[in-house]
């Protein structure tokens, strides 16, 4: 199988390169393929795009089949480098007998393009929707990878990456390295304000937002006895508070009440809702609990946050990147309780 490539540049480094994928034109041999080359869209950024030209596939990502349609990439329980190059969440397609659907997408395009991949072993019909569960960038910047596909988020979403997508991507850059060439913002086409459903052909997604929780962008995606949860759910690695402990809190209970099995954000790939939520909740509330006393000892933010939760350190990976700042956004809100 051959597929189309153009190679892109750094404007300022213009040694530093990556092919990126060209998708659509993908074909059983090279002239082929070289026949779909004139139509395609080059994606336009800070970079300088060679001529696109055909080979055979590229690296695929890897995707296990948890229920029947539905296929999970677990992203590694890290921060992102230049050696994992940003896989650090999990991605999930789903599969009906018309359309597909892509939830969440990656760091970066590379991610999107090795997803578009992932979908094509599997079927050849058409990504129809790329679904984001919220704004954090491990989870958004694959997405432009889709162009036929709408891209589905929470009604907040798009304000939400306005306003932080300049700052995501320089991080991730400066994180991944030359992996992150190529990729862009996603642009949001369907904001979900309520509970929303998605035909792909005898198979409905189930969409959900919710009121401020993980962040103020949450969406998740239910099929079947199946949630998709994004990072409501956090399975090994530390959960991560960017919006409110309360709500969080509150969402979690509802959750309960939506499916019997849940893929997590971090981790997983596929558990027992009930097993899954039970840590989330033990973190949280105490969490919650140990703020609440910092505050009403009158201590200050920086004493407070250096034992905020440390009750569950060595319960989960990452807990020393995470939780003082979880502790932070937890004392913000509840100092004012």
């Known amino acids: 199988m051959f597929e189309a490539l153009v190679t892109l540049c750094l404007l300022g480094a213009p040694d530093t390169c990556r092919d990126a994928l060209l998708p659509g034109?993908?074909?059983?041999?090279?002239?082929?393929?070289e026949a779909k080359l004139p139509g395609l869209t080059v994606p336009q950024g800070d970079w300088r795009a060679g001529a696109p030209f055909c080979a055979p596939r590229g690296a695929v990502l890897a995707f296990e089949e948890v229920v029947p349609g539905v296929f999970v990439h677990l992203g590694a329980i890290a921060e992102p480098d230049r050696e994992n190059r940003?896989?650090?969440?999990?991605?999930?397609?789903?599969?009906?007998t018309e359309v597909v659907a892509v939830i969440d997408s990656g760091s970066a395009r590379w991610m999107g393009e090795a997803t578009w991949r992932a979908v094509r072993e599997v079927t050849e019909l058409p990504v129809r929707y790329v679904v984001l569960t919220h704004m954090h960038p491990d989870h958004v910047f694959g997405a432009s990878v889709f162009e036929n596909a709408e891209v589905v988020g929470h009604k907040a979403l798009a304000r939400a990456l306005a306003d932080r997508a300049v700052n995501y991507a320089e991080s991730l850059e400066g994180l991944i390295g030359p992996a992150f060439i190529g990729t862009v913002a996603p642009q949001v086409d369907v904001a979900v304000g309520e509970p929303t459903e998605i035909d792909l052909g005898q198979v409905l997604l189930r969409l959900t937002p919710w009121p401020r929780a993980h962040t103020g962008t949450d969406l998740t995606v239910q099929v079947g006895d199946l949630v998709i949860a994004g990072d409501m759910v956090f399975d090994r690695h530390s959960p991560a508070l960017d919006g409110s402990v309360l709500g969080w809190l509150t969402a979690l209970d509802a959750l309960e009440g939506h499916?019997?099995?849940?893929?997590?954000?971090?981790?997983?790939?596929?558990?027992?809702?009930?097993?899954?939520?039970?840590?989330?909740?033990?973190?949280?509330?105490?969490?919650?609990?140990?703020?609440?006393?910092?505050?009403?000892?009158?201590?200050?933010?920086?004493?407070?946050?250096?034992?905020?939760?440390?009750?569950?350190?060595?319960?989960?990976?990452?807990?020393?990147?995470?939780?003082?700042?979880?502790?932070?956004?937890?004392?913000?809100?509840?100092?004012?309780?």
């Open 86 to 96: 940003g896989d650090v969440a999990n991605i999930v397609f789903v599969v009906g």
């Open 259 to 337: 499916g019997t099995q849940v893929v997590p954000g971090h981790g997983g790939p596929v558990l027992e809702m009930g097993a899954a939520l039970s840590p989330m909740r033990r973190y949280l509330e105490l969490l919650r609990d140990d703020t609440r006393a910092a505050v009403a000892a009158g201590e200050r933010l920086g004493e407070a946050v250096e034992h905020i939760a440390q009750g569950e350190a060595g319960r989960w990976a990452l807990f020393e990147a995470y939780n003082k700042r979880n502790a932070t956004v937890a004392f913000t809100e509840l100092e004012w309780e």
């Open 25 to 33: 034109a993908e074909a059983a041999s090279l002239a082929a393929c």
